[in-house]
T-cell receptor, first 109, second 115 residues
Framework: DAKTTQPTSMDCAEGRAANLPCNHS???????VYWYRQIHSQGPQYIIH???NNETNEMASLIITEDRKSSTLILPHATLRDTAVYYC??????????FGQGTRLTINP | EAGVAQSPRYKIIEKRQSVAFWCNPI?????LYWYQQILGQGPKLLIQ????????DSQLPKDRFSAERLKGVDSTLKIQPAKLEDSAVYLC?????????????FGDGTRLSIL
């Protein structure tokens, strides 16, 4: 079973920041937080991951709370191409990814 | 760098027939995964290889599904005989190593329809 909780759907205006929340209250000390997204008819795309520090790359920023029980994925300037299902996953060890239902993000013009 | 390659892109067969999918991972990636994604659901891991050895096949229906990764590079996933419930997208992913700090990279999958 997935160990994360995400909203079913979210909307965001094009050009604005999209903030996607994820709760992982049972996360253990050696588990990483991963974010993937899946655009229609494509495979999941890796976005970013972190252990306890905030992370930033060319696609997004990942903010992890100090107690590590929740995180937020930030897409700083959303475009229509960011419309997708976003998955938040916690994983450790042999890196088995357990996907939940994810958040369906719609970017509106 | 080239991504994970999968073929065919689409496959339609009748129930009780057999089918095979092929995956070529990213060059140098030791770990390879096969996932099944049923419409409306997230992907579910079927099997994980580390080089040419199986790490986890606990979710693989072994009475009908088989997978191999000869020489630790390409992999094939086979279903024989297929059932209606096997209609899904079959995704292949690879990573440098099978540990949590190395991300998995996915191919675009094979969409299987069972008539």
């Amino acid at each position: 079973d997935a160990k994360t909780t995400q909203p079913t759907s979210m909307d965001c205006a094009e050009g604005r920041a999209a903030n996607l929340p994820c709760n992982h209250s049972t996360i253990s000390g050696n588990e990483y937080v991963y974010w993937y997204r899946q655009i229609h008819s494509q495979g999941p795309q890796y976005i970013i991951h972190g252990l306890k520090n905030n992370e930033t790359n060319e696609m997004a920023s990942l903010i992890i709370t100090e107690d590590r029980k929740s995180s937020t994925l930030i897409l700083p300037h959303a475009t229509l191409r960011d419309t997708a299902v976003y998955y938040c996953i916690v994983t450790q060890g042999a890196q088995k990814l357990v996907f939940g239902q994810g958040t369906r993000l719609t970017i509106n013009p | 760098e080239a991504g994970v390659a999968q073929s065919p892109r689409y496959k339609i067969i009748e129930k009780r027939q057999s089918v095979a999918f092929w995956c070529n991972p990213i060059s140098g990636h030791a770990t390879l995964y096969w996932y099944q994604q049923i419409l409306g659901q997230g992907p579910k891991l079927l099997i994980q290889f580390q080089n040419n050895g199986v790490v986890d096949d606990s979710q693989l229906p072994k009475d009908r599904f088989s997978a191999e990764r000869l020489k630790g590079v390409d992999s094939t996933l086979k279903i024989q005989p297929a059932k209606l419930e096997d209609s899904a997208v079959y995704l292949c992913a690879s990573s440098l190593g099978g540990w949590a700090k190395q991300p998995q990279h996915f191919g675009d999958g094979t969409r299987l329809s069972i008539l």
